[in-house]
Structures are given as C-alpha cells and as structure tokens.
C-alpha cells in the first residue's frame, strides 16, 4: 500500500530563509507525486507535480520539488520565504495514472517577520 | 472560470441528525471527488465519480455515507446518522478526466466544515 511521511507537523522559518518541507513515499512503482497547498479556510491548489521526465520540478509562487527515486522522497523547497507562504502543505502520491490520490498528513509553515 | 461551488461552507448539528452537502464542480469536468479532512490530517478520498458513475468508494462508509452526481454535474454526499467522529471539513473536488497519466489537475472547492456535537 501507499503511504507518504511528512517530517515535521510544523516548520518555522524566518522571512527570507530557505524552505525546505519534507516529504517521503512508499511505493512499489515510480508513482506520480504532488504538492499542494491549503490556505485557511480554503480548498487545496496544486503547487507542482511530478509524472515523468525531469526529476527537478518547478511550480508556482516560486517552489520546486525534486524527485530522487533511490531515497523515495519529494522535498519542496523556495529560496526566500514570503509572509504569504505561510499555509499548510501537503505531499500526495498516486501509483498510476487511474488510481486515487493519497495525502500526506501535512506541514503546517509558519513564516516569521 | 468559475471554480469548484460547495455549500453550505459551515454546519453544526447533533449526533444521529442527518445532514447532506452540495457541490458543482468546474463545467465540463467529468470527475468528481468527496474527500474528508479531519484535523491535523491530510484529505482521505471517500467517493470518486466518472460522469454520473462510481469508480471508487472503497473508503467510503456505505452504513451511514451516501453519495449522487445527478446527471453527471452537481453532486450531493448525506451523511445519516452522523456521528462525532464525522466533525471534519467535506471537500469536493473536479478534474477534467481520470487516466490521463497522472496530468490531470484536481481542483478543489472551499470545503464544508461539519461540526457534529
């Protein structure tokens, strides 16, 4: 079965520092992964996801997730914190292309001034 | 484009009430998804429709948990009776169609949040 971790229910990082939220998944074929994110109050909205092809991903308000297949992980990172990224952020994997989505608990970030 | 409708966003009820929430989804997106959300925890998919069929509800309890996608658009998910353990936020969910190698997008709505006293 799938599953995925994510390390640290809540990360705090400064204005302008590297975020870097972790993500791990299990799998027993190359899956699909996403990230996504939740403002308060508010559905989700996907970030970046991985399908095939380049391991580094890019997506938007400026993070990107790079896969690396030999230690099953799918860390997301953005050079600079913005007050606006503090949310919540979820990792996903889906083993094909027909199956159903699995979350991760989710990384709660705060930014601070 | 519009997004993806939910109503109503907030609920409150007592346990062993009934209660059902609403969704439309994006036009022209043939799935639909029912996700529950229990605090402090990732969205767990109760319900997928394809068109007005069910693909998966493997995760769905069929004892209390109910779900329709009326002439494949609107959908409704009825929870009866509810249970304590049902407080969490509903969210619904649409793409325009499963399979297509992982590329499609799911669009989230709002989500409802149940609160079951």
């Known amino acids: 079965a799938q599953s995925v971790t994510q390390l640290g229910s809540h990360v705090s990082v400064s204005e302008g520092a590297l975020v870097l939220l972790r993500c791990n998944y299990s799998?027993?074929?190359?899956?699909?992964l996403f990230w996504y994110v939740q403002y308060p109050n508010q559905g989700l909205q996907l970030l970046l996801k991985y399908t095939t092809g380049a391991t580094l991903v890019k997506g938007i308000n400026g993070f990107e997730a790079e896969f690396k297949k030999s230690e099953t992980s799918f860390h997301l990172t953005k050079p600079s914190a913005h007050m606006s990224d503090a949310a919540e952020y979820f990792c996903?994997?889906?083993?094909?292309?027909?199956?159903?989505?699995?979350f991760g608990p989710g990384t709660s970030l705060s930014v601070i001034p | 484009e519009a997004g993806v409708a939910q109503s109503p966003r907030y609920k409150i009820i007592e346990k062993r009430q009934s209660v059902a929430f609403w969704c439309n989804p994006i036009?022209?997106?043939?799935?639909l998804y029912w996700y529950q959300q229990i605090l402090g925890q990732g969205p767990k998919l109760l319900i997928q429709f394809q068109n007005n069929g069910v693909v998966d509800d493997s995760q769905l309890p069929k004892d209390r948990f109910s779900a329709e996608r009326l002439k494949g658009v609107d959908s409704t998910l009825k929870i009866q009776p509810a249970k304590l353990e049902d407080s969490a936020v509903y969210l619904c969910a649409s793409s325009l169609i499963i399979g297509q190698g992982g590329t499609d997008t799911q669009y989230f709505g709002p989500g409802t949040r149940l609160t079951v006293l």
């Open positions: 036009s022209g997106h043939a799935t």
């Open positions: 799998s027993s074929v190359p899956p699909y």
């Open positions: 996903a994997v889906m083993r094909t292309s027909y199956d159903k989505v699995i």
